[in-house]
Nanobody
Framework: QVQLVESGGGLVQTGGSLRLACAAS????????MGWFRQAPGEQRELVAA???????SYAASAKGRFTISRDNAKNMVYLQMNSLKPEDTAVYYC??????????????????WGQGTQVAVSS
């Protein structure tokens, strides 16, 4: 069992930056594929970025060039650095983990573990 706790959300102006952090419990964290999802009101939950246990990375088109996902397996942490934020980035951001490898990255149903979410709001 893995527990995930996000932090780092907040309110920023357009063009600003935030760094989200996800703290994971459990000794098998390093074997998990980890993802950051977001969900805006009335929208479906969507993948922002994912990182595999061995460091492969995938970004949604909306995140490429602005967001950076990273992990520190020694600290059981996953990060999402978000730069050049836009109002359309406003959403609740969730950290998620799965053991099913580097497949179905964009399917929230394939992730077994979820954090409680952290709100990101970008003002125009």
């Amino acid at each position: 069992q893995v527990q995930l706790v996000e932090s780092g959300g907040g309110l920023v102006q357009t063009g600003g930056s935030l760094r989200l952090a996800c703290a994971a419990s459990g000794s098998t964290f390093s074997t998990y594929t980890m993802g950051w999802f977001r969900q805006a009101p009335g929208e479906q939950r969507e993948l922002v970025a994912a990182i595999s246990s061995f460091g492969s990375i995938s970004y949604a088109a909306s995140a490429k060039g602005r967001f950076t996902i990273s992990r520190d397996n020694a600290k059981n942490m996953v990060y999402l650095q978000m730069n050049s934020l836009k109002p359309e980035d406003t959403a609740v951001y969730y950290c998620a983990g799965k053991r099913t490898g580097w497949t179905k990255l964009y399917d929230p149903g394939d992730y077994a573990y979820w954090g409680q979410g952290t709100q990101v709001a970008v003002s125009s």
